[in-house]
């Protein structure tokens, strides 16, 4: 359960209409407490059919208010002011008798009706048991996000339908603000996956595991590098809702194929030359591939003129007889047809959708090798063991994602950027080598 914070003498203050209030009110919590009614039930069912099991459950699982949104609560005037002084002096700035200079006053808050995130997840699974050592796991997890964090500045040009376009003209709604940055919990996720596991010995020194998993995640605004429930897309105040920027989630992962093996090659000796050289040896690794996250195609300037600093919505057109099909080409010179896309008209927010197009995949190999030896005339059988671990053995380049950014947006015509579609990082480092030394005593 959350806690609503107030301020020790009653100062808090809040915007209680972020697109019409003209000053805070001063005294009342920033936002409501909406954890007070979270009922979370949770229901699992398991059926034990000798060498079959079919298990599945449902669960309602609430989420916490988090800190980021909780700090912003207490980051508002008139206890929390940000200014600056003009021409301030030295050493002491505070003293100067210059006015503070500051301008319009920009607002960051929770939304005060504030919902509390949660999540339903259903799950269900049929395990299969060939023989002592062979099984199989196949089932399905789908999870259903409400009432997600997002983050936006609500006080930017509303845009209009004209002409089957969104048009924006470059005004604020509320003047006597200038970014109002708002926490609200509106966001919504959608993810389903099909899972398959294979689990078995092969030899009674082996034992080999491989997992697929083929998903799909779709949300109203996610950020790869952040929470999944802060999101750093911008979709308030805009005639369709959510809806514009619904599309695939930023860590949405469609293939994931991971397998592994370990080999116990005889118990470590002490006894004999032979047994001191050939036994103790200890063989594993690692194998996975996933295909890539989504990215956007984007325009470096507001060029929808929505007067914003934060994350405006700046997606080009997609040119009239483009197949989806033909974009991306993959290679680190241009992964992507940069000439596949329209600068929009000024003041319009291009049609191509959010996170359509797949960066490159990521495939890894992970090697180890250990030797344990026992020592001879200890009684309480000490050991040394020695591990050499590669990493990315095959030394595959695993190519990060593309520069994202199609446009300058500074003049209408303009030509895609040469940097377009172009690679410069990597997403996992090259070959590396790790040697481990234990005594075991």
Avoid at 213 to 222: F, Q
Avoid at 392 to 412: M, W
Wanted: glycine content about 10%; some cysteine; aromatic content about 8%.
């Amino acid at each position: 359960m959350n806690s609503t914070p107030r301020e020790k003498r009653g100062l808090e203050g809040t915007l209680v209409d972020p697109y019409k209030s003209t000053q805070l009110l001063i005294g009342k919590p920033t936002f409501e407490n909406p954890s007070l009614w979270n009922i979370g039930p949770r229901l699992g069912l398991s059926l034990d059919l000798s060498k079959v099991t079919v298990r599945g459950g449902v669960a309602v699982l609430y989420d916490f208010v988090f800190f980021d949104v909780l700090r912003q609560s207490v980051t508002l005037p008139p206890v929390y002011v940000v200014a600056s002084i003009a021409n301030p002096a030295f050493p002491n700035a505070f003293s100067t008798s210059e006015p503070v200079a500051g301008g319009l006053q920009g607002i960051f808050q929770p939304e005060r009706n504030l919902k509390n995130p949660y999540a339903i997840q259903v799950n269900s699974f049929i395990d299969i048991r060939f023989s002592r050592d062979v099984a199989l796991s196949a089932g399905f997890v789908g999870n259903r996000g409400v009432n997600l964090i997002r983050t936006g500045d609500v006080n930017m040009a509303v845009p209009e339908i004209r002409e089957g376009r969104l048009f924006t003209t470059p005004n604020r709604p509320n003047r006597a603000f200038s970014t109002i940055d708002l926490r609200t919990s509106d966001g919504d996720s959608w993810h389903a996956a099909g899972q398959l596991r294979v689990k078995g010995k092969v030899s009674e020194r082996a034992t080999a595991m491989a997992s697929y998993s083929y998903g799909r995640t779709i949300d109203t605004g996610s950020g790869a590098t952040r929470s999944a429930f802060i999101s750093q897309t911008e979709v308030l105040r805009i005639p369709g809702g959510n809806k514009i920027d619904r599309g695939l989630a930023s860590f949405h992962t469609r293939h994931s194929l991971s397998a592994l093996f370990v080999a116990n090659l005889g118990r470590a000796s002490s006894k004999g030359l032979r047994c001191l050289l050939l036994s103790g040896w200890e063989a594993s690794g690692v194998g996975s591939f996933s295909s890539g996250h989504p990215f956007d195609i984007v325009i470096q300037t507001d060029w929808a003129n929505r007067q914003s600093a934060s994350t405006p919505i700046r997606r080009p057109d997609l040119r009239p007889g483009v197949s989806m099909t033909d974009i991306v080409r993959g290679g680190a010179d241009s992964y992507f047809v940069a000439d596949s896309f329209l600068l929009p008209p000024r003041g319009t927010i291009g049609n191509f959708g959010r996170n359509v197009l797949i960066g490159p995949s990521v495939a890894t190999v992970d090697i180890a090798l250990g030797k344990h030896w026992m020592l001879p005339h200890t009684s309480d059988r000490s050991s040394i063991e020695l591990r050499l671990e590669v990493f990315n053995g095959l030394n595959h380049a695993n190519f990060g994602q593309p520069d994202s950014i199609v446009f300058a947006g500074r003049a209408v015509g303009e030509i895609p950027l040469s940097s377009a579609g172009r690679i410069r990082s990597t997403s996992t480092p090259s070959r590396r080598f790790q040697l481990t030394a234990r005594y075991v005593f």
